[in-house]
């Protein structure tokens, strides 16, 4: 016995600009799956480990930092496709080293083999571990590391309840 809180059996999935657009955008690149079915399959995941899943994508940096203020404390785990953001957004960065939720940064494509300047990421150093090139499937494994990751001494450090 720890005597802790249990975390929270919630998952913020966020998801950055311009890939609302998934199933229509560069399908040669990001796939023809939309952003929905994408979801839709995270929600199943979570839900038949009884997790509920939060799930926001916007085109606007500030939009993307409120839910992380607004959820980042009563999450366990944060799964962010910062898109375009990831390679510039000081902001979000910050947003993310924040809270106390981990984060795992995905990308659809395999962004070091693209151009040079998708190969730098700022958000890499604030989360726990980034998925890049497995399409849709880097989220729902994304999700269920983050599930299991929930129930571990080490995602209890630094909770002070
Ligand atoms: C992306 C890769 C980014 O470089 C790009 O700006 C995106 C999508 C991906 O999922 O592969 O919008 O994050």
Known sequence: MTGKTAAPKRILVLNGPNLNLLGKRQPEIYGLNTLKEIEAA???????RDFELVAFQSNFEGQLIEHIHKFGWICSGIIINPGALTHYSIALRDALAA???????????????????????????????????????????????????????????????
Do not use: W
């Open 42 to 48: 995270m929600r199943d995941a979570a839900t038949e």
């Open 99 to 161: 809270v106390p939720a981990p984060a795992i940064e995905i990308h659809l494509s395999n962004t070091a083999a693209r151009e040079e300047f998708r190969h730098h990421s700022v958000i890499a150093p604030v989360s726990l571990g980034t998925i890049a090139g497995l399409g849709p499937s880097g989220y729902v494994l994304a999700l269920h590391y983050l599930m299991d990751f929930a129930g571990t001494e080490e995602s209890q450090q630094g909770d002070s309840s």
